[in-house]
Protein backbone atom coordinates (compact mmCIF):
# COMPACT_ATOMS: atom_id res chain seq x y z
CA UNK A 1 0.00 0.00 0.00
CA UNK A 2 3.04 2.15 0.43
CA UNK A 3 4.18 2.44 -2.75
CA UNK A 4 0.41 3.18 -4.37
CA UNK A 5 0.45 6.19 -2.09
CA UNK A 6 3.43 7.11 -2.89
CA UNK A 7 2.53 7.19 -6.57
CA UNK A 8 -1.12 8.40 -6.01
CA UNK A 9 -0.68 11.00 -3.10
CA UNK A 10 3.51 11.45 -2.44
CA UNK A 11 4.59 12.12 -5.84
CA UNK A 12 2.33 15.12 -5.92
CA UNK A 13 4.14 17.30 -3.32
CA UNK A 14 3.58 18.18 0.23
CA UNK A 15 0.60 19.86 -0.18
CA UNK A 16 -0.85 16.62 -1.42
CA UNK A 17 -0.69 14.93 2.49
CA UNK A 18 -3.07 17.85 3.60
CA UNK A 19 -5.48 16.16 5.37
CA UNK A 20 -8.32 18.54 3.59
CA UNK A 21 -6.55 17.30 0.01
CA UNK A 22 -6.77 13.66 0.28
CA UNK A 23 -9.04 12.43 -1.63
CA UNK A 24 -11.94 9.60 -0.10
CA UNK A 25 -10.37 6.67 -0.32
CA UNK A 26 -7.00 7.80 0.88
CA UNK A 27 -8.98 9.74 3.51
CA UNK A 28 -10.58 6.76 4.71
CA UNK A 29 -7.38 4.73 4.83
CA UNK A 30 -5.07 7.59 6.45
CA UNK A 31 -7.79 7.77 8.93
CA UNK A 32 -7.79 4.19 9.63
CA UNK A 33 -3.76 4.44 10.17
CA UNK A 34 -4.63 7.52 12.25
CA UNK A 35 -7.10 5.38 14.49
CA UNK A 36 -5.00 2.34 14.67
CA UNK A 37 -1.95 4.76 16.22
CA UNK A 38 -3.54 6.37 18.44
CA UNK A 39 -5.66 3.66 19.73
CA UNK A 40 -2.83 1.63 20.04
CA UNK A 41 -1.00 4.05 22.01
CA UNK A 42 -3.44 5.74 24.30
CA UNK A 43 -6.48 4.06 26.01
CA UNK A 44 -9.08 5.29 28.33
CA UNK A 45 -7.74 5.92 31.98
CA UNK A 46 -4.63 4.16 31.33
CA UNK A 47 -1.87 6.62 30.31
CA UNK A 48 0.99 5.25 28.88
CA UNK A 49 3.69 6.77 26.65
CA UNK A 50 3.46 5.68 23.09
CA UNK A 51 5.99 2.56 21.38
CA UNK A 52 5.20 2.74 18.15
CA UNK A 53 4.80 5.89 15.35
CA UNK A 54 2.76 3.51 13.48
CA UNK A 55 2.35 2.79 9.97
CA UNK A 56 4.65 3.51 7.11
CA UNK A 57 2.72 5.76 5.31
CA UNK A 58 1.99 8.03 8.51
CA UNK A 59 5.38 8.18 9.03
CA UNK A 60 5.65 8.74 5.42
CA UNK A 61 3.07 11.88 5.78
CA UNK A 62 4.72 13.67 8.80
CA UNK A 63 8.70 13.31 6.64
CA UNK A 64 6.79 14.85 3.52
CA UNK A 65 5.68 17.66 5.98
CA UNK A 66 9.32 18.22 8.07
CA UNK A 67 10.89 18.30 4.54
CA UNK A 68 8.94 20.91 3.58
CA UNK A 69 9.20 22.46 6.47
CA UNK A 70 12.69 22.17 7.46
CA UNK A 71 14.76 21.23 4.58
CA UNK A 72 17.11 18.29 3.94
CA UNK A 73 17.06 18.05 8.41
CA UNK A 74 14.45 16.02 9.56
CA UNK A 75 16.33 14.30 11.75
CA UNK A 76 14.11 14.14 15.00
CA UNK A 77 13.93 11.90 18.35
CA UNK A 78 11.89 9.13 18.85
CA UNK A 79 9.77 11.73 21.34
CA UNK A 80 9.55 14.42 19.18
CA UNK A 81 8.13 11.54 16.26
CA UNK A 82 5.48 10.40 18.53
CA UNK A 83 4.81 14.17 19.53
CA UNK A 84 4.27 15.48 16.00
CA UNK A 85 2.70 11.42 14.42
CA UNK A 86 -0.07 12.31 17.33
CA UNK A 87 -1.14 15.68 15.97
CA UNK A 88 -0.47 15.03 12.33
CA UNK A 89 -2.87 12.05 13.44
CA UNK A 90 -5.72 14.61 15.48
CA UNK A 91 -6.14 16.35 12.54
CA UNK A 92 -6.69 13.82 10.07
CA UNK A 93 -9.57 13.43 12.60
CA UNK A 94 -10.23 16.78 12.83
CA UNK A 95 -10.61 16.77 8.76
CA UNK A 96 -13.03 13.94 9.27
CA UNK A 97 -14.79 15.67 11.64
CA UNK A 98 -15.29 18.64 9.46
CA UNK A 99 -16.26 16.62 6.38
CA UNK A 100 -19.46 14.94 8.44
CA UNK A 101 -20.25 18.08 10.20
CA UNK A 102 -18.99 21.18 8.35
CA UNK A 103 -18.26 22.38 11.64
CA UNK A 104 -16.54 25.99 10.26
CA UNK A 105 -12.71 24.68 11.04
CA UNK A 106 -10.10 26.41 8.88
CA UNK A 107 -7.98 23.53 6.71
CA UNK A 108 -4.57 23.58 7.83
CA UNK A 109 -1.57 24.62 5.94
CA UNK A 110 2.01 23.36 5.17
CA UNK A 111 2.89 25.78 8.19
CA UNK A 112 0.57 24.75 10.38
CA UNK A 113 -0.27 21.28 10.53
CA UNK A 114 2.10 19.42 13.21
CA UNK A 115 1.16 22.91 15.52
CA UNK A 116 -0.29 22.60 18.69
CA UNK A 117 -2.17 26.02 18.63
CA UNK A 118 -4.13 24.17 15.76
CA UNK A 119 -5.88 22.19 18.32
CA UNK A 120 -6.48 24.89 20.80
CA UNK A 121 -7.71 26.93 18.35
CA UNK A 122 -10.34 23.48 17.44
CA UNK A 123 -11.05 23.47 21.65
CA UNK A 124 -12.87 26.89 20.93
CA UNK A 125 -15.26 25.57 19.09
CA UNK A 126 -15.51 22.01 20.71
CA UNK A 127 -14.43 22.05 23.67
CA UNK A 128 -15.61 18.18 23.99
CA UNK A 129 -12.48 17.77 21.84
CA UNK A 130 -10.00 18.38 24.19
CA UNK A 131 -11.65 16.77 26.95
CA UNK A 132 -11.95 13.44 25.12
CA UNK A 133 -7.72 13.89 24.58
CA UNK A 134 -7.41 14.25 28.47
CA UNK A 135 -10.10 10.34 28.77
CA UNK A 136 -7.87 9.03 26.00
CA UNK A 137 -4.43 10.11 28.15
CA UNK A 138 -3.29 12.27 24.46
CA UNK A 139 -2.70 14.93 26.96
CA UNK A 140 -2.56 13.84 30.60
CA UNK A 141 -1.16 15.35 33.98
CA UNK A 142 2.66 13.29 34.09
CA UNK A 143 6.53 14.62 34.98
CA UNK A 144 6.77 16.63 32.03
CA UNK A 145 7.06 14.65 29.21
CA UNK A 146 5.81 15.52 25.51
CA UNK A 147 2.39 14.83 26.81
CA UNK A 148 2.96 17.15 29.19
CA UNK A 149 4.67 19.81 26.87
CA UNK A 150 0.91 19.42 25.06
CA UNK A 151 -0.77 20.16 27.48
CA UNK A 152 0.76 22.87 28.70
CA UNK A 153 0.50 24.18 25.29
CA UNK A 154 -3.01 23.90 24.95
CA UNK A 155 -4.09 25.33 28.07
CA UNK A 156 -2.13 27.89 28.35
CA UNK A 157 -2.88 29.45 24.52
CA UNK A 158 -6.37 28.80 25.54
CA UNK A 159 -5.96 30.97 28.54
CA UNK A 160 -3.93 33.60 26.96
CA UNK A 161 -6.99 34.27 24.33
Known amino acids: MLSQFTNE ?3 YGPTAVLPQNLNE ?19 LDECREPTDIGDPILVACLYEILQYQRG ?38 LENILSIERIVEFK ?5 FVHALEEYCIIKEAEESWFQ ?13
Open 25 to 43: KWMNRLQKICDDFLDSNFA
Open 149 to 161: SIKNKIFTAVTDN
Open 72 to 109: DDVRMASGELAELGTIYALAVTMESIQRESDIGLDPPT
Open 9 to 11: VLS
Open 124 to 128: KKNPE
